[in-house]
C-alpha cells in the first residue's frame, strides 16, 4: 500500500511540473502576444500615410508567426520531456512494487500452507476420535479397564451359545 501510495505521489508531482511549465509557457506567450500587439497598435496609430499603416501592419506578422512556432516546438518538448519523466517515475517504482508483490505473494502462500496443514492435523484427529470413540488422546481406554478383554469374553460367549443351540435341536431339523 505504501509503495502504491508512493508511487501515485511521484506521479502527481511530476503531471503537476509539467502543467506548471506548460502554463508558464502560456503566460509568456501572452505577455510576449500583448507586447507586440501594443507596439503594433502604436505604429498604426501613428502612422500618417496607409502605406505605413500597411508596413507596420505586415512587419509584426511575421514575427508573430515565428513566436507561434516557437511556441509549438516548446509544447512539444514539455510533452516529450513529461512522457520520459513519467516514464522514469514508472520504471523507478516498477521494482519496489513489484518487490511488494512478491513479499505479499510469498506471505499468502506461506499462510495458506500453515492453514493446510492445520486443517489435515484437524480432520486426522476427528477421523481417529470417530473410528475408535473409546480411546483417549493419551493412548488410555476409557469406560472399563481391558476392554479388548470384554470383548472377546462376549465373542467367545455368542459362539458358545450358537453351539448351544445347534447340539439342543432335534436331529434333521434345518438350519438357516
Do not use: W
Not at 505479499?104 to 476427528?126: C, F, G, K, S, W
Not at 447340539?167 to 438357516?176: D, F, I, L
Request: net charge negative.
Amino acid at each position: 500500500m505504501e509503495a502504491q501510495t508512493a508511487f501515485l505521489n511521484d506521479m502527481s508531482k511530476s503531471m503537476f511540473r509539467s502543467f506548471q511549465q506548460i502554463c508558464d509557457l502560456n503566460i509568456q506567450l501572452v505577455q510576449t502576444m500583448l507586447e507586440e500587439s501594443t507596439l503594433a497598435s502604436h505604429h498604426v496609430l501613428s502612422a500618417d500615410r496607409q502605406t505605413e499603416l500597411f508596413t507596420a501592419a505586415s512587419s509584426r506578422a511575421q514575427p508573430a508567426t515565428e513566436k507561434l512556432r516557437a511556441y509549438q516546438q516548446h509544447i512539444a518538448r514539455l510533452a516529450a520531456d513529461s512522457q520520459v519523466e513519467l516514464a522514469r517515475v514508472t520504471e523507478q517504482h516498477v521494482q519496489n512494487t513489484t518487490r511488494t508483490a512478491r513479499a505479499l505473494v510469498d506471505e499468502v502462500a506461506r499462510t495458506a500452507t500453515e492453514e493446510t496443514e492445520r486443517n489435515i492435523r484437524n480432520q486426522q484427529e476427528a477421523m481417529r476420535n470417530a473410528t475408535d470413540p473409546f480411546v483417549r488422546p493419551d493412548g488410555d481406554a476409557r469406560g472399563m479397564e481391558g476392554s479388548g478383554d470384554l470383548q472377546r469374553a462376549q465373542m467367545e460367549a455368542g459362539q458358545g451359545a450358537q453351539q448351544a443351540a445347534v447340539q439342543s435341536r432335534p436331529a434333521g431339523t434345518a438350519t438357516h
